[in-house]
């Protein structure tokens, strides 16, 4: 899984929600004190984790520098990092979704996860067995 300060980074990019060079991580992330030589080692390991990708280039000053974006939402890291615990099972899917309904107030939500739910199981039965974790 990712480091603290891998996280900090994918943080930093969901919250902004556009490619960002890195000298633009840098300097965003304010409570940071970054080196260069640093920073470009956490996106080269981004990058081989297959967390970001380059979708670009973007002029800063007289130089370009490639941009980065998430390469997946921060709910379906969420849901990765549960998935890869030591012990988790699909059995225990149903006590993790529990915990979700039990911590859930709002009833349109409630109606939204249970028509998202419908959904899943009408692909699983048609043979459509494509999932999707990006939000």
């Known amino acids: 899984m990712l480091t603290k300060s891998e996280e900090e980074i994918m943080n930093l990019l969901w919250e902004v929600g556009e490619p960002l060079a890195s000298s633009e991580i840098v300097s965003k992330s304010v409570n940071r004190t970054w080196r260069k030589s640093y920073i470009n080692l956490l996106i080269n390991s981004l990058l081989n984790k297959q967390m970001i990708e380059v979708v670009g280039v ?3 000053t007289k130089n370009y ?3 980065f974006q998430p390469t997946m ?3 379906a890291y969420s849901v990765k990092r ?7 099972k ?3 899917i149903p006590d993790l979704f529990a915990e979700i309904i039990a911590n859930t107030e709002n009833p349109e939500i409630l109606d939204k996860m249970q028509s998202q739910l419908d959904e899943r199981k009408q692909e699983l039965l048609s043979g459509n067995n494509s999932q999707s974790y990006s939000a």
């Open 90 to 92: 699909e059995e225990n």
């Open 82 to 88: 549960i998935f890869s615990q030591k012990g988790f």
């Open 58 to 60: 973007k002029q800063m």
């Open 65 to 67: 520098a490639r941009t």
């Open 73 to 75: 939402s921060k709910y």
